[in-house]
């Protein structure tokens, strides 16, 4: 069975730090690109971070980008975000998502997701 687990998420002050990690089990995902969406309230889910799975050139969401970093470790079958500079419109619930290639994961078309960690920005 299949399982994404997210861990790192917290509340922190404008201008901190955090680092999320994701860690799959059941079966290896080093050929997948995996990645990082969010859903605020009353928002839809949107991308946030991908990497392709030689950990090549990764996409960012034009409103995280120079202030979010993802990077993946193949041997421990995991994807993490750093996550620096936070402001108040980064709160939302942070999901960890699996795709064959970066197209579908750009596209939404997500074959795993992990059950979400809560990331609160707030002074």
């Not at 901190?16 to 839809?44: I, T, V």
């Not at 795709?99 to 795993?112: G, L, Q, T, W």
Request: aromatic fraction near 10%; charge should be negative; hydrophobic fraction near 35%.
């Amino acid at each position: 069975q299949v399982q994404l687990v997210e861990s790192g998420g917290g509340s922190v002050q404008p201008g901190g730090s955090l680092r999320l990690s994701c860690a799959a089990s059941g079966r290896s995902f080093s050929m997948d690109a995996m990645g990082w969406f969010r859903q605020a309230p009353g928002k839809e889910r949107e991308i946030v971070a991908a990497i392709p799975w030689h950990s090549g050139v990764p996409y960012y969401a034009n409103s995280v980008r120079y202030r979010f970093t993802i990077s993946r470790d193949n041997d421990k079958n995991s994807v993490y975000l750093q996550m620096d500079d936070l402001r108040s419109e980064d709160t939302a619930v942070y999901f960890c998502a699996t795709a064959p290639a970066m197209d579908n994961m750009r596209n939404s078309e997500i074959d795993y997701w992990g059950q979400g960690t809560q990331v609160t920005v707030s002074s």
